[in-house]
């Protein structure tokens, strides 16, 4: 039986020390850094900008211990940790920590907005320092009341982070459920092709496409939110593709053509980033597209057009092995880049493994005709060079590059024959698999006989058994490249047609692991809930979440399909989540987070779900199994007994099988909530102080709304104390008169002054008088100045205390008897910047000296000390 989550312990006062409690925290180093002296002083101790600071930090921490959402605000400087002020040129990390103190489970905005104080000038934003928990989406701003998405860099004023769905607690993440896929129209119909699905750090769920043979200037993108039914925002759809990496532009702009049979790759390191093939008006390449950003993020050329006989117009692909990119060229050629890097493969293009087709020079972006697969390291091509734009008529054909070697593979010396004339033709390249699941051979489908020719052959080039599920279809039946699936039942290819024995669109189901079509599937299936059965079926996603197929075609239809019975719309749900508690921190250290609790379904009718049909999994984000718990009849999945410091991080992943879409309105969005047991979560950002030497102090300030009303946090106060380059540079000048008249060692006296009196002036006794020049030539002010004259007390008393503006000078002048000659008088003085904070350690300058000679004086003449 499923325990119930535990309850979070009660956290006693007495506990709070060892306790990570940021208002705490924030209270005592705030204290500590306006103090300055690293120990801890009642407040009345305090000066006045402590007590307020410390009074603030202290009725924050109240706040953050009763009813109601509270916000604790605290600093940390990253340049010198620990120190207890900060300098000039130092980098401070703010964080304010978000207590969601709502009662209840409903979801409600949240937002959290840091005016920066004093910005551009006492202190400066750092670009790309703003941190935000998960499922909190980061602005920035230049005026302080218009935010946008874009990081705004060193001319940022404020930041905000915006939650939509803040729960009570805040130590969540709570993606929405996927709502079953209803027919959905393309933002202006248009060839789809096959749709990619993305799933964006906020959970939405995408499906791109590009129309296929279009031509460069062509507006090709279109996006669709298969989450809200809707379009992605960032329209108009369609965009435009360019070679020029940038944000997507408008209208027929394009430089970049479609080829007829497209296959695409997700960056395995950034997901975010999608690779098609592309055509321009002068080669082919692999272009390269931004799903985060909407943006094109380049393009690399490939192979250049060329002339006679034969032109890369256009290409088929593209296909991953290793961390290779692999496509094929009209000229039968394979070409190939290099990932990360983005450029081509050493020695590509290489050779041809197929004959050409419509590769007649002078027709750039003329389509290929064929398309293109991997087994293992092996990447198969089929073409079909039909006597129309072909530089040579031929049958199609299969050939096989090895790409260990960078030739053709054993047993492929020369393409093998894949239909009997240049009449027949095909769209597709296929991989085959044994009844264990294992990728054995290479298919295609050439059209223009009585029925569908389908030909296989295995790795090493012999004849393969074809799928049966394809020979009864008619000649003038239109196939394209399956989705195949490996599943708990086996592995499953879904074949796209339309027209001949496909209508206006149809799938067939071939089951490798049986060997024959699927068990259970109609053969073909059609889409009658689906724009009246008009999709023109040209790809299909399968969607591991939710366990459907996603479909797209000429008809410009985005629909669902249930891949064990083809029933649309595919009756499942479902959501992938990563939960990072470490991610919801930012402040530097460590003991937030103290265990996991449970994942639970929100805003689902659960007598609407199949209990049994549908499951719960929980792994590392890297794959690996951490757990197969139950779905309690609740709607919850108990997590507590995951140990944190062995999984930071848990993805769990939902799938759900629906009785009915009831649920799935426009005000109710059910959301699978993962969530953990820990410290409020925390937005950071962090910024430079000034080296202004006139800065003395940075504070900030946070506010926020939630539910429960509007929110300010405690205003935290950095001094800061001068650097190197804000000292005064403070000098001591000791100097003896070497007159006999009284009257010209005084004030404005001329002297003569000098570092040793003449000798004989003084005799064995006499008075001596004494000149010391204090000069600062810092670029600040110095106080507290005093001087240090162990052998003449006077002149201490003399001078006092005093302030010395920067580049200014003060004289004192006194007097001492001499009991005994020679004397050596040394003096220094101390002294602290203007602007230093209470407390500051006064510096001592270097010292300075002169000689009372008697009449047997033979010292030398003494420099400074």
């Known amino acids: 039986m499923l325990r119930s989550p535990r309850p979070p312990l009660p956290i006693r006062r007495a506990d709070r020390a060892r306790t990570p409690r940021a208002a705490l925290a924030a209270a005592l180093a705030t204290a500590l850094l306006l103090l300055g002296t690293g120990g801890a002083l009642p407040a009345s101790a305090l000066p006045a900008s402590g007590r307020a600071a410390a009074d603030a930090a202290t009725a924050a921490d109240s706040a953050d211990t009763a009813s109601g959402s509270a916000l604790v605000k605290s600093v940390q400087n990253t340049t010198h940790p620990g120190a207890a002020t900060a300098e000039h040129g130092d980098t401070l990390n703010w964080t304010v920590q978000y207590r969601n103190g709502t009662t209840g489970d409903s979801p409600a905005p949240a937002a959290v907005t840091d005016a920066i104080a004093g910005a551009g000038g006492a202190q400066t934003y750092v670009p790309g320092s703003l941190k935000v928990p998960p499922g909190w989406t980061a602005s920035w701003s230049t005026d302080g009341s218009t935010f946008g998405p874009n990081d705004t860099g060193t001319a940022t004023v404020a930041v905000r982070a915006e939650n939509p769905v803040a729960r009570a607690g805040g130590t969540e993440v709570s993606p929405l459920l996927l709502a079953p896929v209803q027919p959905t129209a393309q933002a202006t119909g248009g060839d789809g092709y096959t749709p990619v699905l993305y799933r964006t750090p906020t959970g939405e769920v995408q499906a791109w496409s590009i129309y296929h043979h279009a031509s460069p200037a062509a507006a090709k993108l279109v996006c669709s939110s298969l989450t809200t039914g809707q379009p992605c925002t960032g329209g108009p759809w369609p965009r435009p593709l360019n070679s020029a990496a940038g944000p997507l532009g408008t209208g027929n702009t394009g430089d970049l053509g479609s080829p007829m049979t497209s296959k695409y790759v997700l960056d395995p390191e950034q997901p975010n980033l999608l690779y098609y093939p592309a055509s321009t008006a002068t080669g082919v390449g692999i272009a390269c597209l931004d799903l985060a950003a909407h943006a094109n993020c380049g393009y690399t050329a490939l192979a250049a057009n060329g002339t006679s006989p034969s032109s890369a117009n256009s290409l088929a692909g593209i296909a991953q092995v290793g961390d290779n990119l692999y496509a094929v060229a009209s000229t039968g050629q394979v070409l190939c880049l290099a990932l990360p890097a983005r450029t081509p493969c050493a020695g590509q293009p290489y050779g041809p493994v197929v004959a050409p087709n419509h590769d007649l020079p002078g027709t750039p972006n003329a389509l290929y005709q064929g398309g293109l697969t991997t087994v293992g390291d092996k990447v198969f091509a089929s073409s079909a060079p039909t006597s129309s734009g072909s530089s040579a008529a031929g049958p199609p054909a299969i050939g096989c590059f090895d790409t260990a070697t960078h030739t053709t593979c054993a047993g492929w010396d020369t393409p093998h024959t894949a239909g009997p004339s240049s009449a027949y033709y095909t769209y597709d390249a296929f991989t085959a698999y044994d009844t264990a699941g294992h990728p054995n051979g290479a298919c295609t489908s050439t059209l223009g006989g009585a029925t569908v020719l389908t030909t296989c052959y295995a790795v090493d080039g012999t004849p393969l058994t074809a799928p049966a599920a394809l020979s009864a279809l008619s000649g003038g039946t239109l196939t394209f490249d399956p989705e195949t699936v490996t599943t708990d039942s086996g592995t499953r290819s879904y074949f796209p047609i339309w027209s001949g024995s496909g209508g206006n669109g149809a799938t067939v189901c071939y089951d490798w692991t049986a060997a024959a079509p699927c068990a259970g599937f109609p053969q073909p299936a059609t889409h009658p809930t689906a724009n009246n059965g008009v999709t023109r079926?040209?790809?299909?996603?399968?969607?591991?979440?939710?366990?459907?197929?996603?479909?797209?075609?000429?008809?410009?239809?985005?629909?669902?399909?249930?891949?064990?019975?083809?029933?649309?719309?595919?009756?499942?749900?479902?959501?992938?989540?990563?939960?990072?508690?470490?991610?919801?921190?930012?402040?530097?250290?460590?003991?937030?987070?103290?265990?996991?609790?449970?994942?639970?379904?929100?805003?689902?009718?659960?007598?609407?779900?199949?209990?049994?049909?549908?499951?719960?999994?929980?792994?590392?984000?890297?794959?690996?199994?951490?757990?197969?718990?139950?779905?309690?009849?609740?709607?919850?999945?108990?997590?507590?007994?995951?140990?944190?410091?062995?999984?930071?991080?848990?993805?769990?992943?939902?799938?759900?099988?629906?009785?009915?879409?009831?649920?799935?309105?426009?005000?109710?969005?059910?959301?699978?909530?993962?969530?953990?047991?820990?410290?409020?979560?925390?937005?950071?950002?962090?910024?430079?102080?000034?080296a202004d030497c006139a800065t003395t102090a940075v504070s900030n300030t946070a506010t926020g709304t939630d539910a429960t009303g509007a929110l300010t946090s405690n205003t935290v106060t950095t001094a800061v104390a001068p650097g190197s380059g804000c000292q005064p540079k403070v000098s001591v000048e000791k100097e003896i008169c070497g007159s006999a008249d009284p009257r010209d060692c005084g004030p404005g006296g001329p002297g003569p002054w000098a570092k040793t009196s003449p000798v004989g002036l003084l005799g064995l006794l006499g008075t001596a008088y004494w000149r010391i020049t204090v000069t600062n030539a810092g670029p600040v002010d110095a106080a507290q100045v005093t001087l240090n004259d162990a052998t003449t007390p006077a002149c201490r008393t003399a001078a006092g205390t005093f302030a010395l503006a920067a580049g200014s000078s003060r004289q004192v002048h006194c007097h001492s008897l001499l009991l005994a000659l020679p004397l050596k008088n040394t003096a220094s003085a101390n002294f602290v910047a203007a602007n230093a904070p209470a407390g500051t350690v006064p510096t001592t300058t270097a010292a300075s000296s002169a000689v009372a000679c008697s009449l047997l004086c033979i010292l030398a003449v003494p420099g400074k000390e």
């Not at 749900?573 to 990563?578: D, L, Q």
């Not at 718990?629 to 099988?657: E, F, M, N, R, Y």
Request: aromatic fraction near 6%.
């Open 537 to 690: 079926d040209y790809g299909y996603r399968y969607d591991s979440t939710t366990r459907c197929l996603i479909g797209l075609g000429d008809a410009g239809i985005l629909f669902s399909m249930d891949p064990a019975t083809a029933a649309s719309p595919c009756m499942h749900s479902g959501a992938t989540v990563t939960l990072a508690p470490a991610d919801f921190y930012c402040d530097g250290t460590t003991g937030h987070v103290q265990g996991y609790t449970r994942a639970r379904l929100t805003g689902l009718d659960l007598t609407h779900l199949d209990l049994a049909a549908s499951r719960v999994q929980v792994t590392d984000p890297d794959g690996t199994p951490v757990a197969n718990p139950g779905l309690a009849p609740d709607g919850t999945v108990d997590l507590s007994g995951i140990d944190p410091a062995a999984h930071p991080a848990l993805t769990v992943t939902a799938q759900l099988v629906l009785t009915t879409t009831g649920d799935f309105t426009a005000t109710n969005h059910p959301m699978l909530v993962v969530e953990y047991r820990g410290d409020a979560p925390q937005v950071c950002f962090r910024t430079t102080v000034s």
